[in-house]
């Protein structure tokens, strides 16, 4: 629910209270003064209402045909209203078919900044989740990696962005963009710090191989699902956003598709490993280019366009009109470039899983390995993550007890090799089952 408080002058007061009557709105008139009336009469007046959060765009675009100048309207939250025709209003917009769940373009950009904390609290806080997402990915914990994520903030500036780009407001896109490369900059470095001062101090062997941690081998290598919840976090971002849904715990998605990678590339640096810092960025930059992009889209799918598309029918005009701030272009261009390429490797490594994966099951649909059971893939690429360099394939598998398979990895590298076109090493590791047949 909210309450609007308008100012109006004398002269459109009348137009302005018979537009909200002919939309079964009750207002409250109050006469204001100031200097200017000296005694003599008051000019201006407040007029104040309760509507439903749904229909705040519809009565504002009625105020609009009566008259009404925005140069002086607060919209505020109600807890409760009784009005004459308060219950008409609900039926009519909340559970009737003029209902419409989403706030105004004024409302989700002041929910957008009151996401993003000030750049104190920002930093402080990314720097706090970076810690604990490395700390959580060298222990390969879990838990540490999704305590990282509850803590960090990078909601608000990635949700901004897309605001942004929606409502064709070029400062904002251009604030929430800088705001997230920054901030994951800065959780890059503390992570890199933090890998380095663990490795130097030997808290961490020196000769420990980060790429056999499953919490990070499962970011540098990123593949179809892990793009999947970046979209899905944007998306829901954007229409928690739109509506009175909670966009806190849309935070923790948005934190699991960078906060993790970011720690990543840290880990890459300090450990001077460019196959890992390489592939964990590649998931950084498609996730960040997703998260905002699906944001943007499901904030146009609901009905949020530039205010100056409607003077306008052309495409041509409309897009010139988003992008005729130079700085605008310059930040497109580089999330798009910086997602583009990263992409690509993606799309590849996308490919190849899936051929990976058919090949294998290929084999131990065999009648020989009928008691295997596949437990997981999982695909390690060259350091670029291209071309012909060589690729390392673990295939986990669950066998009896005591059953050998001498053959297995021979078979496996075979079929995969020809089904990709691709040579590779591959590696089996069994897991011991036992079962009692009743």
């Known amino acids: 629910?909210?309450?609007?408080?308008?100012?109006?002058?004398?002269?459109?007061?009348?137009?302005?209270?018979?537009?909200?009557?002919?939309?079964?709105?009750?207002?409250?008139?109050?006469?204001?003064?100031?200097?200017?009336?000296?005694?003599e009469g008051t000019s201006r007046y407040l007029v104040v209402f309760p509507l439903p959060t749904e229909a705040v765009d519809r009565i504002r675009e009625a105020l609009e045909t009566a008259g009404f100048e925005e140069e002086h309207l607060i919209i505020g939250t109600a807890e409760s209203a009784k009005t004459p025709n308060y219950e008409q209003l609900i039926d009519r917009f909340v559970e009737g078919d003029e209902e419409e769940e989403r706030i105004s373009n004024e409302e989700i950009r002041t929910k957008a900044r009151d996401l993003h904390p000030q750049p104190t609290a920002y930093y402080g806080m990314t720097v706090l989740s970076a810690l604990v997402a490395t700390a959580g990915l060298l222990l390969d914990s879990p838990a540490l990696v999704v305590g990282s994520m509850v803590i960090a903030p990078q909601v608000g500036a990635a949700l901004t962005g897309s605001v942004g780009l929606a409502l064709g407001e070029s400062s904002m896109f251009r604030s929430g963009l800088r705001s997230t490369i920054i901030g994951l900059t800065v959780a890059i470095v503390t992570a890199a710090v933090l890998g380095w001062g663990l490795k130097t101090a030997q808290f961490v062997p020196t000769?420990?191989?980060?790429?056999?941690?499953?919490?990070?081998?499962?970011?540098?290598?990123?593949?179809?699902?892990?793009?999947?919840?970046?979209?899905?976090?944007?998306?829901?971002?954007?229409i928690g956003l739109a509506t009175e849904l909670p966009v806190s715990i849309v935070g923790v998605a948005v934190a699991a598709a960078t906060v993790p990678a970011a720690a990543a590339i840290g880990i890459g640096v300090a450990w001077l490993i460019p196959a890992v810092a390489i592939g964990a960025f590649t998931l950084l930059a498609v996730n960040v280019a997703g998260i905002v992009f699906a944001g943007t889209l499901a904030l146009w799918y609901l009905g949020y366009r530039p205010t100056f598309w409607e003077v306008t029918d052309s495409t041509r005009e409309r897009l010139e009109a988003i992008f005729s701030d130079r700085a605008t272009w310059v930040a497109l261009v580089f999330l798009l470039v910086t997602a583009l390429g990263p992409g690509a490797l993606l799309t590849t490594h996308i490919a190849f899983e899936n051929q990976t994966t058919g090949a294998v099951q290929t084999v131990l649909d065999n009648p020989e390995y009928e008691a295997l059971d596949l437990a997981s893939i999982r695909v390690e690429f060259d350091t670029l993550g291209v071309g012909n360099g060589p690729r390392?394939?673990?295939?986990?598998?669950?066998?009896?007890?005591?059953?050998a398979y001498p053959g297995l990895a021979t078979q496996l590298s075979q079929s995969i090799t020809e089904e990709t076109g691709t040579q590779v090493g591959v590696i089996v590791e069994f897991q011991e089952e036992q079962r009692v047949n009743q």
């Open 207 to 238: 000769m420990l191989s980060v790429t056999t941690i499953e919490q990070i081998a499962g970011r540098t290598s990123p593949g179809l699902l892990t793009l999947l919840v970046a979209l899905c976090a944007g998306a829901a971002g954007g």
């Open 1 to 39: 629910m909210r309450l609007l408080q308008l100012r109006v002058e004398r002269d459109t007061l009348d137009s302005v209270l018979d537009a909200l009557r002919g939309e079964d709105v009750d207002p409250v008139v109050l006469p204001t003064y100031d200097s200017e009336s000296s005694g």
């Open 392 to 403: 390392e394939v673990t295939v986990t598998v669950r066998r009896p007890e005591d059953a």
